[in-house]
C-alpha cells in the first residue's frame, strides 16, 4: 500500500505531466491562427525565435543533465519547441 506522499507524488506528476502539455495550448493556438488568416501582425520573430532558443536549452539540460530523465520537461518543451518553429516559419512566409 501506497503512503500519503508516494501517492501525492504520483498523482502530481500525473497532474504536471497533463498540465505540461496543455500550457503549451496557447502557442497552438496562435500556429493555427498565423495559418488560418495568413497574418503575423503584432507578432516578434525574435521574441518567437528566443523562445523556441530557450526550449532547446531546456531539452538539452533534460536530455543530458537531469539524471532521471524528466519526462515533463521534456514533452512539455518539445511540443513548445514545434510550435515555436511553426510560429517562426509563419512569421517569416506571412
Known sequence: M???QEAFRE???KFMLVFAVAS???L???TV????KKSTD???LVAFILLAVGHIIWLIYAVFVLQP???VII????????????IVVGIVIY
Open 2 to 4: 501506497k503512503s500519503k
Open 11 to 13: 498523482g502530481y506528476s
Open 24 to 26: 503549451q495550448a496557447w
Open 28 to 30: 497552438a493556438i496562435q
Open 33 to 36: 491562427d498565423i495559418y488560418r
Open 42 to 44: 503584432g507578432l516578434s
Open 69 to 71: 530523465r524528466n519526462k
Open 75 to 86: 514533452l512539455s518543451s518539445s511540443l513548445a519547441l514545434v510550435f515555436s518553429i511553426l
